[in-house]
């Protein structure tokens, strides 16, 4: 097992087979082709929101499908599940031997195939159809970075739309879909207008390039279009997300370190791998920046986590000594081994030099820990979230660094700004819904300290015993940290003069007092 190898299996996140398919319209413009991209349902659990191609894992069954011209048994397995997922998130029929079936017949194929009367394999063989390999062209394998706990290693086929096919939006995963000119959608990435995965961007600038006789030999350029996870990932224009490897808390493997930027400087948020292998890799991609021009202007960090500030001195001593480290002053304080030069109050504006103008202002947003910072950008309707929220995992309110009243408070500040179209948070992806995830986060959190009071009103007395009652969906393992979580609302009800502790330090109703 090669070093990667181990390290993936032993975080417990090998990549699941996938396939995806990036679908041109029928006699599309050569110069200007045409894609079929959907935007992915705002309830699914990876990446809703997101802009994207039609894809998906690949059942066991789809190995069954006998592929025409197809080099081998993998190719063949990833061309039928590209193929499946096509007919049911759009339902296009890319086969051979179906060119006489109505729009009505497809419909009831795909019936017999979600209803599961009927499998994939055998859907194909009881109507006579077949899979060419030649109406699928490779055009890459693109493994999702390790830092989510969700990872599929994807196929993407170049796929033309058969010919009086019309792609439309069958259930409920995708919420809009679209014929669009590769370089208008591209145009709409570039405006901070979507948000998307780098081999959905690289498809469309590949794709902008024009149909070519080079244009397969163009998407597999990049190593990432041949299973090399990607390290600089641009869900949106100037805003780098460059996971790091960090000893954080699971399902998080990793720690998102921010390199936002223009054509002359240089943010970077939170470099916390203490890792050398890591804090080289991230050294690596500045020099690159800087080598084209660009400054560091300053290192900040959100809070203080060991995960979030573990490669601040590495990378300090890289860059030569003299970029300056800011972070809030409660951060400052309790930091020992780290030396902050600048602090950052709540409602300070840091203005980049070059282009495009960038300006972020601070919000101090303590819960999680007291000296807690999130960075809003207004003009793009971005916001940093640090460990507030993050894309994988939960956060946790561990007393007395972490307070759940001035948590909640901070939830409620960053759902009152406007125009919010994307959260980049500490561990994990980008947040494309927003508003909805602090909705879930809010929820999630006063559900918890309801059945908490329950659990005292109902007699339990220590986090111990509420952990028992309440936590019910977490594993025992993890018991210690939802005891933390339950002391942090207890707290919060004990400001709010629902429960009161006794002399022995025992929690109990304050009506019944
Ligand atoms: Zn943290």
Known sequence: MSHKKAQEAQAGVVPKDAAAVILLRQNTDPQKPEVYWVKRSEKLAFLGGYHAFPGGQIDAT?????????????????????????????????????????KGQRASLLDDLE??????????????????????????RWVTP???????????????????????????????????????????????????????????????????????ARFLSLSNAQGE????????PNYICFPVRTPTRPPATHTCCYLIHTSQEILVIDPGSPYEDEQQTLAECLDEMIANGRRVREIIITHLHPDHIGGVNALKAHLGGDVPLAAHAHT???????????????????????????????LHTPGHARGHLCFHDADRGA?????????????????????????????????????????????????????????????????????????????????????????TDVSPKAYSMAERAVLAHLEKLRDDGAVITDDHGLWLPADRA
């Not at 939960?394 to 307070?403: A, C, K, M, W, Y």
């Open 229 to 236: 996870p990607t390290r600089r990932i641009t869900f949106r």
């Open 332 to 362: 400052a304080e309790a930091l020992t081994d780290v030396h902050v030069d600048q602090l950052i109050e709540d409602g300070d504006v840091i203005t980049l030099e070059g282009e495009p103008p960038i300006r972020l202002t601070a």
């Open 115 to 140: 209803s599961g009367r009927m499998s994939w394999p055998a859907l194909l063989q009881h109507y006579e159809l077949f899979l060419d390999a030649n109406d699928f062209t490779y055009v890459g």
């Open 62 to 102: 789809d190995a069954e499908v006998d592929v025409r011209n197809s080099p081998d048994a993998i190719t063949s397995a990833m061309i039928s599940g590209a193929a499946r997922e096509l007919f049911e998130e759009l339902g296009v029929l890319a086969v051979r031997g179906g060119e006489t079936l109505t």
């Open 383 to 471: 916001l940093l979230t640090g460990d507030n929220i993050v894309g994988v995992g939960s956060v946790l309110i561990d007393p007395p660094e972490g307070n759940m009243r001035d948590y909640l408070k901070s939830l409620e500040r960053m759902r009152s700004l406007p125009n919010l179209s994307v959260l980049f948070g500490g561990h994990g992806p980008a947040v494309a819904t927003p508003y909805q995830k602090i909705d879930e986060y809010i929820s999630h959190r006063l559900e918890r300290e309801q059945n908490i009071l329950e659990a005292v009103r109902n007699g339990a007395t220590d986090p111990r015993q509420i952990v028992a009652k309440v936590y």
């Open 146 to 216: 390790p830092f989510n706990a969700r990872r599929f290693d994807t196929w993407f086929f170049l796929v033309n739309c058969p010919a009086k096919q019309e792609p439309y939006l069958t259930a409920g995963e995708l919420e809009d879909g679209e014929w669009i000119t590769a370089q208008e959608a591209y145009e709409h990435w570039r405006r901070d207008q979507v948000v998307a995965v780098p081999p959905t961007l690289h498809a469309l600038r590949t794709l902008a390039g024009g149909v070519t006789q080079d244009l397969v």
